[in-house]
Nanobody, 125 residues
Framework: HVQLVESGGGSVQAGGSLKLSCVVS????????LAWFRQAPGWEREGVAS???????MYRDSVKGRFTISKDNAKNSLDLQINSLKPEDTAMYYC????????????????????WGQGTQVTVS
């Protein structure tokens, strides 16, 4: 049974910080590529950060220097530290895990991932 459960979203003022967490319940999750995506109303879901099984990290250009993705193996969680929040960061944030097999379109492409959480809302004013 695969389950991804996000938490940590909220409403903050511009310049503030949030830490999002995703508890990952999936077999051999340490060997999967994991990522954070976001989707604002009227916009496509976009990848913001990914962490593969070799520890390679990728960030979307617009979040580099502000977002930090990490894994906490003790807690089975994928975390996203977000600093210097901007109004344009307002979106629903989703945790994603790659399934075994399937086509690979890149670490920040939604089509590469087969498992998704329900999302956590981040609102920046």
């Amino acid at each position: 049974h695969v389950q991804l459960v996000e938490s940590g979203g909220g409403s903050v003022q511009a310049g503030g910080s949030l830490k999002l967490s995703c508890v990952v319940s999936i077999g051999s999750w340490r060997n999967r590529c994991l990522a954070w995506f976001r989707q604002a109303p009227g916009w496509e879901r976009e990848g913001v950060a990914s962490l593969d099984s070799d520890g390679k990290i990728m960030y979307r250009d617009s979040v580099k220097g502000r977002f930090t993705i990490s894994k906490d193996n003790a807690k089975n969680s994928l975390d996203l530290q977000i600093n210097s929040l901007k109004p344009e960061d307002t979106a629903m944030y989703y945790c994603a895990a790659r399934g075994y097999g399937g086509n690979w379109y890149g670490p920040l492409e939604k089509a590469s991932y087969g498992y998704w959480g329900q999302g956590t809302q981040v609102t920046v004013s």
